[in-house]
C-alpha cells in the first residue's frame, strides 16, 4: 500500500527551528518527485519545496528560501524538511506528496501530486 506520513511538527517560538519528516512505504520514493506543501486556516494549499528525482535538485518558495531545507534518506524512505527561523507566517498544516516526472515544476500544483500524507501542524507564536 502507497502511503507518505508526515510527522515533526509542533509548536514553536519565532526564530526555532523544526524538522518535518515524511516518511514513505510501498514505494520507492527515488523515483518520484517528492514535494511539501502547507495549508494555512482558511487559506489554500500552497507548494513550499521540491526535491526531484533527475538530479536530486531541491527547489524553494520565495517565502522559505534561505531557512527551509529539503533532503533526503534513502536508506530509511524519508524525505525531511528542515525549517530554521520560523516565523508566524509558516503556521499551518504541512503534508508531504508525490509527482511522478523528472523535475519539479513551479508553481508546484496540487493537481499534480498524489498519495497526500495526513499532515502535521506546525503552529510558530510570537
Known amino acids: 500500500q502507497v502511503q507518505l506520513v508526515e510527522s515533526g511538527g509542533g509548536l514553536v517560538h519565532t526564530g526555532g527551528s523544526l524538522k518535518l519528516s515524511c516518511a514513505a512505504s510501498?514505494?520507492?520514493?527515488?523515483?518520484?518527485?517528492i514535494g511539501w506543501f502547507r495549508q494555512a486556516l482558511g487559506m489554500e494549499r500552497e507548494g513550499v519545496s521540491c526535491?526531484?528525482?533527475?538530479?536530486?535538485?531541491?527547489t524553494y518558495a520565495a517565502s522559505v528560501q534561505g531557512r527551509f531545507t529539503i533532503s533526503r534518506d534513502t536508506a530509511k524512505n524519508t524525505v525531511y524538511l528542515e525549517m530554521t527561523s520560523l516565523k508566524p507566517e509558516d503556521t499551518a498544516v504541512y503534508f508531504c506528496?508525490?509527482?511522478?516526472?523528472?523535475?519539479?515544476?513551479?508553481?508546484?500544483?496540487?493537481?499534480?501530486?498524489?498519495?497526500w500524507g495526513p499532515g502535521t501542524q506546525v503552529t510558530v507564536f510570537s
Open positions: 510501498g514505494f520507492n520514493l527515488d523515483y518520484w518527485n
Open positions: 526535491l526531484a528525482t533527475s538530479d536530486g535538485s531541491r
Open positions: 506528496a508525490r509527482n511522478f516526472g523528472r523535475e519539479c515544476t513551479w508553481p508546484l500544483s496540487i493537481n499534480t501530486f498524489g498519495s
